[in-house]
C-alpha cells in the first residue's frame, strides 16, 4: 500500500510539472495559488459529475448506508493524514504511513462488525414481521364466517 501512495504522489509531481511547464509555456503567469484556485477546481468539478449521479442512484436504490459509508471513509482518510501530518509538524510523535493504514484498517474492522450487528437486526425485525403478519392472517380466517354448502341446484 505504501508503494501504490508513493505511485500517487509521483504521478501528482509529474503532473504538477507538466502544468507548471505548460504554464510557463504559454506565458500564461498564473501564480501558484491561481493554479491550486484552477486545478483544485476543476478536479472538484469533475469529481462532482461524477459522485453526484452515483450518490443519486445509491439513493434511488435505497442504499444509503454505502454513501454514508464513503462519505465516513473520506473523511477518516483526511483525520488520519491530518494526525499523522500535526505529530510531525508538532513533534508529538513519528509521521508513519502504517499508522494512516491501521487506522483505515481500524474503520474498515469495526464497520465490518457493525453491518453484521445490522444484519442481525434487521434478520430479527423481519422474522418477527413476518411472524406476526401470519398470526393476523391466521385469526382473520378463524373470524370470517364458514361457508355451508349450498345444494346443488341442478341435480
Excluded at 436504490?61 to 477518516?76: D, L, P, R
Aim: a positive charge; proline letters at 3%; aromatic letters at 12%.
Amino acid at each position: 500500500m505504501k508503494e501504490l501512495l508513493y505511485a500517487c504522489v509521483g504521478i501528482i509531481a509529474k503532473l504538477h510539472d507538466k502544468i507548471m511547464q505548460l504554464n510557463d509555456i504559454y506565458e500564461a503567469n498564473f501564480s501558484d495559488k491561481e493554479l491550486h484556485f484552477l486545478i483544485i477546481g476543476i478536479i472538484g468539478m469533475c469529481m462532482l459529475f461524477v459522485i453526484y449521479p452515483l450518490f443519486k442512484y445509491l439513493a434511488k436504490k435505497n442504499h444509503e448506508m454505502v454513501i454514508a459509508w464513503i462519505y465516513v471513509f473520506t473523511v477518516i482518510v483526511v483525520i488520519t493524514f491530518a494526525i499523522e501530518i500535526g505529530q510531525k509538524i508538532t513533534k508529538t510523535g513519528n509521521m508513519e504511513f502504517a499508522d494512516i493504514m491501521f487506522g483505515l484498517v481500524g474503520f474498515m474492522a469495526m464497520f465490518c462488525v457493525f453491518i453484521v450487528l445490522r444484519m442481525i437486526y434487521h434478520g430479527i425485525i423481519r422474522l418477527v414481521k413476518y411472524i406476526r403478519k401470519r398470526q393476523k392472517l391466521k385469526a382473520a380466517a378463524q373470524t370470517l364466517p364458514q361457508e355451508e354448502p349450498q345444494p346443488d341446484q341442478y341435480t
